[in-house]
Structures are given as C-alpha cells and as structure tokens.
C-alpha cells in the first residue's frame, strides 16, 4: 500500500492529484473488544490485563478514536495540504514510537 502511494503520488502529481496513506494503529470500538477479549479467552488471562499489555506499547495509553482518523482525512483533503502528497502517515497513538 506504500509502495502504491507513493508511486500514484508520482503519475499524478502533473494533474494535481495527491495521494497520501493513512495507517491507523488499534482503533477504539466494538472491534478492538472482540479481538482483545478473544485473546483473552484463548489465554486465560483477564480483559484488563490484555488491554494493559496492548496499550503497553501506545505512547498515550489510549486507542486511536475513529474522529481524530477522520479529521486527519479531512485535513488531507483540504487546501491547508495542497503541499503534502505521497506520505503513509501513522495515527496510531504513539506505538510506532514506543516500540
């Protein structure tokens, strides 16, 4: 998907178009839940616990809310962005930076 977009970025950049990648960490919601408490079940261990550890390794402690993606979409789509293109940009609370 990278690769992709940073090779769209490229062929249309003449016509105008930018191409840029959002790459969500663990979003907060119903989702997240299932997965977390599936592991939990598979463990044995408790929901809390396996929360704990998959926000171990977030930098704000907290899953990504499903607003901030969207308005990272929005400020894409927006003039105030007419210079960005080709970038996967990580909204993922911090995780990438805390591995």
């Not at 408490?37 to 499903?66: C, E, M, N, W, Y």
């Amino acid at each position: 998907m990278i690769g992709l977009t940073e090779t769209l970025a490229v062929e249309l950049g003449d016509v105008g178009v930018r191409v840029n990648a959002i790459a969500p960490g663990a979003v907060a919601g119903e989702r997240i839940q299932r997965v977390l408490q599936g592991r939990a079940d598979a463990s044995g261990r408790s929901l809390p616990d396996v929360t704990a550890d998959a926000l171990s390794i977030q930098s704000f402690k907290r899953f990504t809310d499903p607003d901030d993606i969207a308005a990272l979409a929005l400020f894409l789509a927006s003039d105030s962005a007419k210079s960005i293109t080709g970038q996967t940009i990580p909204i993922d609370g911090g995780s990438q930076a805390a591995q």
